[in-house]
């Protein structure tokens, strides 16, 4: 652990700590940092001016990153036949019913998105204690609940994520691997800040974004100059 702080320290003296910096150049400094002896993820958190406990200021959606994120998402149907088949050939990496309801029951969730066919969410909504709190239950507002299968579970192969604002106002995803293109990371990170400012309630007062900041698995955070986004 002394290691690791002793790294981290020389880090926050490489840069400027509580600057804000153009985009291009903030990611420059958080790949420059990206040390760590794996492919860190490349990371955006956004503090958002809205009241999470008010369901009317819920920011909660999904986006699609035009260079993915790098990662194997591993994906889950829950759908009886032929659904089930169709997930397999679009590339679910798992699909089925009974057989994963179990699963489910007794502990087993080792997969990143669930997806479930809107006429098995009677079964699948008795799971929501486990799934719930794993982020992992289907939501037709993500559009995780859906007959569209084959269309679904490509997206999220090729890097449709979901986001959603936690309890302190932040918004936290990883949008790409410090190893890609410093125009890719780019890319993903305008349209997924886009993505935030469509989202952005109807009520929410006063200054809806009100920090974004970058940084990789193991870097100190590099805050990112207001205005610096590409809204499309």
């Keep these: 652990m002394k290691k690791v702080g002793k790294r981290y320290a020389a880090l926050v003296k490489s840069y400027d700590i509580d600057a804000q910096y153009e985009i291009a ?14 492919d860190e993820s490349f990371e955006i958190a956004i503090n958002l001016g809205v009241d999470p406990r008010k369901a009317d200021q819920m920011v909660r959606g999904t986006v ?18 032929p659904k089930d088949q169709e997930a397999l050939e679009a590339g679910a990496d798992y699909a089925g019913l009974d057989e994963y309801i179990e699963k489910i029951k007794g502990g087993w969730a080792d997969v990143d998105v669930v997806v479930a066919t809107p006429d098995v969410m009677g079964e699948v909504g008795k799971l929501g204690r486990i799934l719930g709190p794993r ?3 289907p939501n037709p507002k993500v559009g995780t609940v ?7 579970v490509k997206e999220l192969k090729a890097g449709k994520i979901e986001y959603r604002v936690d309890k ?6 990883a949008i790409g691997k ?13 349209i997924f800040f886009s993505s935030i400012v469509k989202a952005k309630p109807s009520t929410a ?5 009100k920090n974004v900041v970058f940084s990789s698995t ?5 805050i990112v100059k207001d205005g610096s986004f590409k809204i499309d």
């Design 25 to 38: 150049e903030a990611i420059n400094i958080v790949k420059k940092n990206a040390v760590a002896k794996f």
């Design 64 to 81: 699609s990153l035009p260079h993915g994120t790098g990662k194997d998402v591993r994906v889950l149907v829950l759908a009886k036949t």
């Design 135 to 137: 982020g992992l239950m």
């Design 146 to 152: 859906t007959f569209d299968i084959a269309k679904t």
């Design 168 to 173: 302190t106002g932040n918004i936290h995803a």
């Design 178 to 190: 410090c190893s890609f293109t410093a125009d890719k990371l780019l890319d993903n990170a305008n």
């Design 205 to 209: 007062k006063g200054k809806y974004i």
């Design 218 to 222: 193991m870097s100190p955070a590099v």
